[in-house]
């Protein structure tokens, strides 16, 4: 459901969404495991009808200079990207991102690269049109080595799952993984991580915020 409040200047619209709040806190085995389901993909919050160059800096923290030098390959549902502070999100939009890739391919998809005119087919055209900037969701899917740089950031700020989704991930995890969640709350109560596979969540969404106890992972957010 989305409910628009009417501001001083514009109106803003807001997702409200039952769901269920997991907050997990994992030693760095397990949170490796969780920063896999970045590689599939993950639903995350935006502010759609903004640019990536806006979703990367504003919405997920990172610093301009990180996203210009680390963040070399960006695909927009599946089309190259050049310029990500042109580039606009919709909603459910997948937008793919990876640290520079080896060898001539690499080098073709790179943003604004020498060889893209190779790759016209797939590179992502400009919209002329305006779209309302609200908040919605987006497909976030992160390879190379970005899960482990910002993909720490993504799973403090908070990853949507569906609620089967969640159970699968539980029931797959060996005992001793579930056993490195040294803390875990559902909508504030104390839970523990292996009775979370057999919980009925009455809802069918889960925000999921995961916190490392390592603070070893680097990442590219901004300093305060």
């Keep these: 459901m989305i409910a628009t409040f009417a501001g001083p ?27 896999q389901l970045l590689q599939k993909g993950v639903k995350v919050t935006a502010q759609v009808g903004s640019t ?5 800096c504003d919405d997920l923290g990172l610093s301009p200079e990180y996203v210009d030098k680390r963040i070399q390959t960006l695909f927009l549902n599946g089309k190259a990207i050049d310029n990500p502070d ?21 080098a073709t998809l790179r943003k604004g690269s020498y060889y893209a005119k190779m ?11 305006s779209i309302t900037v609200r908040e919605g969701f987006v497909l976030l899917k992160l390879f190379n080595l ?15 799952l569906r609620r089967e989704e969640l159970n699968q991930f539980l029931k797959e995890l060996p005992d001793e993984l579930a056993d490195m969640c ?39 957010r901004k300093h305060s």
């Design 9 to 35: 200047s514009k109106n803003i619209r807001v997702i409200i969404m039952s769901h269920t709040n997991l907050s997990l806190v994992a030693e760095p085995k397990l949170f490796e495991k969780f920063l």
């Design 52 to 56: 990536v160059l806006s979703f990367l």
């Design 86 to 106: 042109t580039a606009l999100l919709k909603e459910d939009s997948t937008l793919a991102l990876s640290a520079a890739m080896p060898g001539l391919l690499g």
């Design 119 to 129: 790759r016209s087919e797939i590179s992502y055209q400009e919209q002329s049109q």
């Design 146 to 160: 970005l899960p482990a740089e910002i993909g720490p950031a993504v799973l403090e700020r908070g990853i949507w």
């Design 182 to 220: 040294t803390e875990a709350k559902v909508d504030g109560q104390a839970v523990t991580l292996k009775g979370m596979a057999e919980k009925d969540l009455k809802s069918e969404q889960v925000l999921l915020k995961v916190k490392s106890i390592s603070s070893t992972a680097g990442n590219g």
